[in-house]
């Protein structure tokens, strides 16, 4: 059984351009939840998706916008990108059953 | 507002015991998480308490005391490879998986 599973690994950018991280939950779970994690702090989350809606938001601002399809994998997308958004950006999974949330390894995304 | 507190930074020695303090104010409480993080990887679960007391599993044990906002994690028979970030979290309400996290403690365990 695979687990969470992000996708790239790690991604550099230049300031302006867009970003699109990829995110496949654990087999069984229906909700992504995103968040970013910069060096040496806590993860910040982003957004929760569930049924394919965003279901909660956290204080990020609308440059940051997501996706989740059918089979439940998700996308975050980030426009614009400032020097800030440099971070590590993960991707947690878990179903409505239970009460535990499986991170994804991260994407490491780097604005230049 | 919602703050979670941890200590920055730890150090102990292989084969002691150390406690790590979560100090939590948040608006609604539902549960509290402790992840463990190594550095460049992503958390692993550690525990979750929602109820008052003492959760044990194996060599970690986690604490809850919903009236004083307080947590904390306890290792023992530290190992090398418990050096890591422990990460306390809050998730806020029931039905919800939106998780405030802390900023984590850096336990370092020495020789």
């Known amino acids: 059984d695979a687990g969470v599973t992000q996708s790239p690994t790690h991604l550099i950018k230049t300031r302006g351009q867009q970003v699109t991280l990829r995110c496949s939950p654990k087999s069984g779970h229906d909700t992504v939840s995103w968040y970013q994690q910069a060096l040496g702090q806590g993860p910040q989350f982003i957004f929760q998706y569930y049924e394919e809606e965003e279901r909660q938001r956290g204080n990020f601002p609308d440059r940051f916008s997501g996706h989740q399809f059918p089979n439940y994998s998700s996308e975050l997308n980030v426009n614009a990108l400032l020097l800030g958004d440099s971070a590590l950006y993960l991707c947690?999974?878990?179903?409505?059953?239970?009460?535990?949330?499986?991170f994804g390894p991260g994407t490491r995304l780097t604005v230049l | 507002g919602q703050n979670i507190d941890q200590p920055t930074e730890m150090t102990a020695t292989e084969g002691a015991i150390v406690q790590i303090n979560c100090t939590y104010q948040?608006?609604?409480?539902?549960?509290l998480f402790w992840y463990q993080q190594h550095a460049g990887e992503a958390p692993t679960f550690l525990s979750y308490?929602?109820?008052?007391g003492l959760e044990e599993k194996g060599r970690f044990s986690s604490f809850l005391s919903r009236s004083k906002g307080y947590s904390y994690l306890l290792l023992k028979e530290l190992q090398m490879k418990d050096s890591a970030s422990y990460l306390c979290a809050v998730r806020k309400a029931s039905g919800t998986y939106k998780y405030i996290f802390g900023t984590g403690t850096r336990l370092k365990v020495l020789a």
């Open positions: 948040t608006s609604g409480f539902n549960g």
């Open positions: 947690a999974s878990s179903s409505s059953a239970n009460n535990e949330q499986f």
């Open positions: 308490n929602v109820l008052d």
